[in-house]
């Protein structure tokens, strides 16, 4: 399999709506870091892995794809996640995962016995210390959770929902407020029109584009969504705006 076969991959994963746990999984069988086969590479050193967690659930095996712990999925899993989005590999790289030959190293290698494996930082951890500095401000925080999966648009359409209704009937949340959530949204990129423009950003920007419709303008009401947007420094996702705007260190209106 080359780079450019594994990226095309990626970029199909991405765009189909696949979760995270799907990408991982199929990417796993597709690497010689991924699913524990670093931690083999490494023996007979113990593998000492510090993980800053970006998945709802903070599973270190599903984490970066698992690199140095134990991988509990199979070829099987790979090819049937592969199927369902209607992604295709080339026939050698398919032959070879049907045949389970790119099945992950066994859960029984010394290098799994001596692994030592910790989280330093979760988004549940996160959401709480944001909450924390809410309070500190004098503000009220919720935290809906730190497993939002979905649509990006959809859940930012249900929280712009959940802060038009705290600002017009103080409930569940009242205002002064700040909501807060984090998780694995997806954004499925549905073929273009012919001549068309393919669109730009990814779930942040997907996110916030939502949570803007569904708000129509509703005064006294901010939102910020704030990830890697899945495109990981690699693209200006701004560089086409036709009016720059500069935006004020702060805002000189009341908290509403």
Do not use: Y
């Amino acid at each position: 399999m080359t780079a450019a076969d594994k990226q095309g991959v990626d970029r199909e994963l991405l765009e189909c709506g696949a979760g995270i746990d799907e990408m991982n999984c199929a990417r796993k069988h597709f690497s010689r870091t991924k699913g524990r086969h670093l931690a083999v590479a490494c023996m007979p050193v113990r593998s000492v892995t510090l993980a800053i967690s970006d998945v709802p659930g903070d599973d270190p095996a599903v984490i970066a794809g698992g690199p140095t712990v134990a991988d509990p999925t199979a070829c099987a899993e790979a090819l049937s996640i592969l199927d369902r989005h209607r992604i295709d590999v080339p026939p050698a790289v398919r032959e070879t995962t049907v045949a389970g030959l790119a099945e992950s190293p066994g859960a029984d290698r010394e290098a799994f016995r001596r692994a030592w494996v910790r989280l330093t930082a979760t988004p549940k951890r996160s959401l709480e210390a944001a909450a924390r500095i809410a309070r500190f401000a004098g503000l009220r925080a919720c935290v809906l959770s730190d497993r939002m999966e979905g649509e990006s648009r959809e859940v930012g359409m249900v929280h712009a929902a959940m802060a038009m209704r705290a600002g017009s009937e103080g409930s569940p949340f009242v205002r002064p407020c700040v909501i807060l959530s984090g998780g694995e949204t997806t954004v499925t990129v549905r073929a273009a029109r012919e001549g068309a423009r393919k669109g730009r950003g990814g779930r942040a920007g997907e996110f916030c584009l939502g949570t803007a419709k569904a708000l129509q303008g509703a005064p006294g009401i901010w939102a910020l969504a704030a990830d890697t947007d899945g495109i990981d420094g690699v693209e200006d996702t701004l560089e086409d705006l036709s009016t720059p705007r500069s935006c004020p260190a702060r805002d000189p209106s009341p908290l509403n």
